[in-house]
């Protein structure tokens, strides 16, 4: 009996050593991380991204799925992710030497990219949240790890909700995540294939509706890859919950878009989204799961580093 009772015993803290170890990561973020150490620091980077917007404000939508990709593979080196904006590094890389120069060697590039997330949101009008900080760089960057880890444009539901629960994620935080496309451009690549190379009539996308088939391809013609599309037309620049009335209307850009509607739960939210008031629940869903998202496969404590520059290792 009393060895039955030490073999239980032994098991329980062994249970409880492998919690602390999978939650130390995020036990380690917290809003004001770098109270003592830089107390100025989301003011510096808001302060440079109030500038940034006032002169390019369609650089919001890239600026925002920065944030995505760090959280989803890790922090990437300027050549290594396609489909971001050379503009995006340069701005980070300025905000990074404001950072840099008030407070050295002490805020991380993945902070940074964090709570610029979050203010180029409030810029276009979105929702307000708090940033939990106190990530640390990463020391590797490869250029596969965006095309094996990102959810691609042309995943299905099944694909999708598999990469976000890879991540910890709910299928609610899918479609939440989804309605960052309200605001941002694409390349006609991206989406090309539901235009001409589909299983519908002309090889077009039957799951795309046919006015907006024909809009997409006055602009977009076979084999271009510099032409930029709006994600949410006529709402490009305003964080808002229209991108869900397109989706609902089949005029989502992505098949990933269109996908939400093949699943009952991501359908509902659509749905509810696209018939509600102007922000609805989904400023509120939005600030929750963008905090679930930023603690994706953090490094925190000691481990990686601090970029001295946020576009290479040091």
Known sequence: MASSNISTCLIFLQLIFLLFVFNSANAQLKVGFYKDTCPQAEA???KVMDQVMKVAPSLSGPL?????????VRVPEKDSPPNLSLRGYQVIDRVKTALEKECPGVVSCADALAIVARDVT???MGPFWEVETGRRDGRVSTFSEPLTNLPPFFAN?????????SKGLTVKDLVVLSGGHTIGTSHCSSFTSRLYNSTGKDGTDP???SEYIEKLKSKCKVGDQTTLVEMDPGSVRTFDNS?????????????????LLDNSETKAYVKLQS?????????????????KMGRVGVLTGNAGEIRKVCSKIN
Not at 243 to 259: C, E, H, I, M, P
Not at 275 to 291: C, E, L, P, Q
């Open 122 to 124: 409030v810029a276009t």
């Open 64 to 72: 925002l799925r920065m944030h995505f990709h760090d959280c989803f």
């Open 157 to 165: 539901i099944s694909q999708l909700i598999s990469m976000f629960r």
């Open 243 to 259: 991108y869900y009335t397109l989706v609902a209307k089949r005029r989502g850009l992505f098949q990933s878009d269109a996908a």
């Open 44 to 46: 510096i980077v808001k």
């Open 207 to 209: 799951t795309l509706d």
């Open 275 to 291: 018939a509600a008031t102007y922000r609805s629940t989904f400023f509120k869903d939005f600030g929750v799961s963008m905090i």
